[in-house]
Every structure is written in structure tokens, then in C-alpha cells.
């Protein structure tokens, strides 16, 4: 990569300055073992409940540590997103907190809860058809009218590190319990989660392997880490998953995955529902399709948990009633 | 009350005990703050997640204190116990954890996952006719003919005692945060979780005004704190409250109840079904009718909690897909 790109790369030491940044902010959320998990798998499994983060996904953690960051002209000026929703509602939670103008741009598609909350957090929402037109362009001409900063949703140091206090939780609170992850497993789009997430794990356990998660049609970077650069989905597939719909690896995370990802799984649509339906019923948790993607994987044995110490991100639970309901049919 | 009876009620004292027969079998389930409560009800409130207790709900702690003081020969002759399905599950969690055989006696209209999950814990079920058969009679009968130990599920000061560390880990998690509580709510049937609750709390939060939540129709509790005497719901009433139908207070609980209660509040059956809605949607929280009574009974502004720091116990989660599905419809 070229050598500006380079020297933006986080690092551990950034993931360490996020979580002093968002500490009393973002909610340190549970690590949950000893699960019926357990015996599910044969494994010893490690649940990390961003589904309890505020705004319901772990994308508040980057956006606080990219927005608290911002001068004073900058947060006069506003930022603006385009998200199908976790980023968004991230976004425009942190926003409010920091008395900071937001506009997000959003598929008109996008789930209703999303969408909901996202104004109901006081951003403004710019609806966009996501077979049509292109939010990144949208969301380039609002930011230069507006002067505003444009947050991206992964490919920016200071979200990678935000999102990185996942990994960094999941490596202390595997502490306090007596335990050390042999195996880490993340859902992934853009790959921010799973990149920071891999930053303060191999920081802290180097000997864990570190997973992404990816639903199936959308496996662009499983198929980039085994090709060793960056490759695209299809176009035109679709997904339940609609949280991890990005068309390629970030360019930043990229840089991070490939030197510190053991791989990448995917599961099925099938697979997503099954697990989606189980942690309501077995752990009495709300998961939304992106956000059990890498239980998903786990549950359909694509880590092999056996004898082995797995955390697991259950990454977000912003679910439509309606695709809750028909799951637990 | 009899003087042999006075002398078994539990006090603070018991509840530390069994903090320490429960600790690393129990788990300390995590007290959620800085949830959109706050800005629905003008309150700071703490969410007791029992929902994520061992078998969903708050009975494995009093059903594990009781088991574990059980002497050899108790243990092999094995325990009877009778329950809708959350004492249930309690007691055969902890039988199977003490290598205990364990006897359940259980509506044949029980939740069919509360059916499903003690049968998978290997217990034995036996089921009864809720309207026509006495539960208390049929378990009281296999007792006698196994010699077995009869394992109450809230009029026992074991029970009451384990049920009570819910309360002790409210008190010292909202000292974590730096609060302290104003009011307590939990959900109630015999009484036996609000009393061990109401032990923990007035002996470290004096101050604070502890609650019982019950479902309109069996709100026995609510008109006995009322009338400082035990009294009966009426016959042939149905809720979807199936964890909260207890006909009258236990001896023991109401012996402590009525010295350290503030009252009794009361949800509609649409109240509750509304906050289990809105544990799904907002919380992604997966509660059951009677884990709900003491949030909707908030949500209803039964008790106010305008400037003042509120802890509500979720204290189970095993609903039915069915009704879950019916309550998000």
C-alpha cells in the first residue's frame, strides 16, 4: 500500500487510546460464560455481548473514539455517515453525547429499527436506493456543501481502534476469569471490528488465532485473506445480513487482517437464522442476522471448538420484529 | 406467626451464606445501567438480568443453597420439587451439578420449553392436572414414598436466603457505579425473591423501599402487605404470568416481607406484554411474563422514578416462541 496509507494503520497502542477515550462512555459490555454453549460445541465459549451496547452494536465504541477526537470547527461543521444502520445509529449517538450535528445516509431499504432510532438519536437521515445510486457519492457532496467531516464506517484508523476495545475487553474480562482465548471469532464487512478486534488480541494473546465472520455471497474477505489481496463480491447478491454488506475489504483493514487474521468463515443463511433463534431461545438474547454470523459459524462447526477456549462477538441485536418472528416460527 | 416457624425465618446473615455456598455455580448476573429507561421514565435504573442466570432464571441460586447442604444420605434418597418450570429447571440444574436424582412434579400446561429444558436436565417430570389435581398432594406423596427431600420453591429458608443474593449483588454492583438505590422492584409469587431480596437490600441500603411486582388478578401479596395478613387470590383466575400464581404469600416470606416491603405494585396483562416487547426491541433482552411484571409495572409508573435510582429485576426468561412471536406482532 502506498506509504500515506501506511503510516495510517493503527496499532495496539491506538486500541489502548480508544478505550481510555471512550471509558464511561461506551459500556464495558458482559463477557458471558459457561453457557449451554459448552456443551453445544465441546468447547469453552466466550460470548462478548455488543448486543447490550448502547445503541444495540458495537459500532458506538469507533464512532465515539473518531467524533471525541474532532476540533472545535470540525464539530461546529457536523459529521456525516452512510450506514444501513449499526454505524449510523454509532454515529449519531456519539454525536448527540458531543453536541455535534449529524447526517446519515441511508438505504431506503434499511431496516425500520434502524432507521427509527438513527432519528430518534437526533441525526438527520438522507434516504438513498441502494441498487441505484451510490451513498458514498451522496454522502460526498453532503460533506463538501456542509464542510462537514465524513466518518466512514471502517477504513479509518480511529474507528479500527474504537472498534478494537472489543478485542481489548475480551482479552481482560478472559482474565479476570482464569481463562486465555485460543480462538477469536468476529462478524465482518468492512473488517473494522474484526481488524481492531485482532490488534488488541495478538497484542495481548498472541498465540490466539482470530477469525472473520461472513455470511454467505458476502465472502469477500475470506476469499481476500486466502488470495492475499483484496477481491470483490458478486454484484447483485442480497442478504439477511444487511449489516455486512460491504463490497470489499477496507484498505486500512486490510493492512491489519492480512498479517493477523488465521482466516476467514462464513455461514449460510440458514445457519444465521438457526443461531439467531437459538440465542433467543437458549441464551435469551436478541441477535440481529450480522451480528450472529459468527455464532452462526460456530454453531455449524467452522471453528472446531472442541477442547478450545473460543470468544465469540455477538456484534449487534437491531432486528425488525418481523424477521424475529418469522425466525422463531 | 408459631415460635418452631419464627425461628426458620432467614436473615441478612443467611443471604452472605449463601453468596458464598453459590459462589462460581451461580452466576453474577450483570446490572445494566445508562439504558434508554432512563429517558423513558426520568430515573436512573439498573437492570437485574436474571434472564442470563444458569436455566434463565433466578432459581438456580435459592435451589443450588438448598441442594448443596443436603448430607449424603439425602443426596442419594435424591429431591422432589413442584414448579411451573423456573424452580424446575432450578433444582434440576443444581441436582444434576451435586449428582442429586431429581423428581418434578409439573402442569401438564407448563411452558413447553420450561417441560423441555428440565427434561434435558435430567430430572424426572411428572405431570399433574393444574385445575383438578393438588401439586403439593402428588409431590408430597412421592416424597414419602422415596424418601426423598421436598424442595419448596419459596417458602424455605434456603430458598429465600439464595433467591435473596440477587439482592446482595444489586447493592454491591450499584456501589461499583457509585449509586445507590431509592427503590428495588421484583417480580413475585410466593414471595420468596422479593423477601431474600428485601434481607440483602435493608441490611445494606437501609433506606431504600423494596417492592413486589405481581400480575393484576394475583396480587395476593400487594392487598396482604395491605391488610398485614396473608390473603388468597381468587379461584379459577388465568394470566400469562405462569412463573407468578402462587395463591398466597409463604409463612416465611410474608414474616419478612411485611416487616421490610414498601408495598406491592401491580401490571396488566397488556403492560406486560408491552415491556416484553420492549425488553426484545430496545433491550434485546429475550424476558418471560413473569421476569417482566417488575419492568412493566415501571413502564406503567407504578413506582416513580422521576430522580431517583430504581434497580428491576428481570428475573427470567423462558418464554415459548409462541407467545413471544404474539407479543412482537
Redesign the interface.
Known amino acids: 500500500m502506498a506509504a500515506d496509507a501506511a503510516a495510517r494503520v493503527p496499532t495496539f497502542a491506538d486500541v489502548r487510546a480508544a478505550a481510555d477515550r471512550i471509558a464511561g462512555h461506551a ?1 464495558r459490555t ?1 463477557l ?1 460464560a ?1 453457557t449451554p454453549l459448552d456443551a453445544e460445541t465441546g468447547g469453552r465459549i466466550l460470548l462478548k455481548l455488543e ?2 451496547q ?1 445503541t ?1 452494536s458495537f459500532k458506538f465504541r469507533g464512532a465515539y473514539n473518531r467524533l471525541c477526537q474532532l476540533d472545535a470547527v470540525e464539530r461546529r461543521a457536523g459529521v456525516v455517515a452512510f450506514s444501513s444502520g449499526n454505524h449510523a445509529q454509532g454515529v449519531a449517538a456519539a454525536a448527540r453525547l458531543l453536541g455535534i450535528p449529524a447526517t446519515i445516509v441511508m438505504p431506503s431499504d434499511a431496516p425500520r ?1 434502524k432507521m427509527r432510532n438513527t432519528l430518534a438519536l437526533g441525526a438527520e437521515v438522507v434516504e438513498y436506493d441502494r441498487q441505484r445510486e451510490s451513498r458514498e457519492e451522496i454522502a460526498a457532496r453532503l460533506a463538501a456543501e456542509r464542510g462537514a467531516v465524513l466518518v466512514p464506517s471502517f477504513d479509518d484508523p480511529h474507528i479500527i481502534a474504537g472498534q478494537g476495545t472489543v478485542g481489548l475487553e475480551i482479552a481482560e474480562q478472559s482474565q479476570d476469569l482464569g481463562l486465555r482465548p485460543d480462538d477469536v471469532i468476529a462478524c465482518c464487512s468492512g473488517g473494522g471490528l474484526v481488524g481492531g478486534t485482532a490488534l488488541a488480541i495478538k497484542g495481548l494473546v498472541p498465540s490466539a488465532r482470530v477469525w472473520s465472520a461472513e455470511p454467505a455471497g458476502f465472502d469477500d474477505y475470506r476469499r481476500s485473506l486466502a488470495a492475499g489481496e483484496r477481491v470483490r463480491n458478486l454484484p447483485g447478491g442480497d442478504s439477511i445480513c444487511d449489516a455486512l454488506l460491504a463490497p470489499t475489504p477496507g484498505e486500512l483493514t486490510f493492512e491489519i487482517n492480512r498479517r493477523l487474521l488465521a482466516g476467514g468463515v462464513v455461514a449460510t443463511e440458514d445457519e444465521v437464522r438457526r443461531a439467531i433463534a437459538y440465542a ?2 437458549v ?5 440481529e442476522p450480522g451480528g450472529a454470523v459468527a455464532l452462526a459459524a460456530l454453531l455449524a462447526g467452522q471453528v472446531d471448538a472442541r477442547g478450545r477456549t473460543v470468544a465469540v462477538v455477538l456484534s449487534g ?1 437491531n432486528i425488525d ?1 418481523e424477521l ?2 418469522d425466525v ?2
Not at 283 to 287: A, G, R
Request: proline letters at 5%; hydrophobic letters at 50%.
Open positions: 459500556r458482559p458471558l459457561d448486543t447490550l448502547h444495540g429499527v433467543a431461545r441464551l435469551k438474547l436478541v441477535v441485536g420484529d424475529l418472528r422463531l416460527a
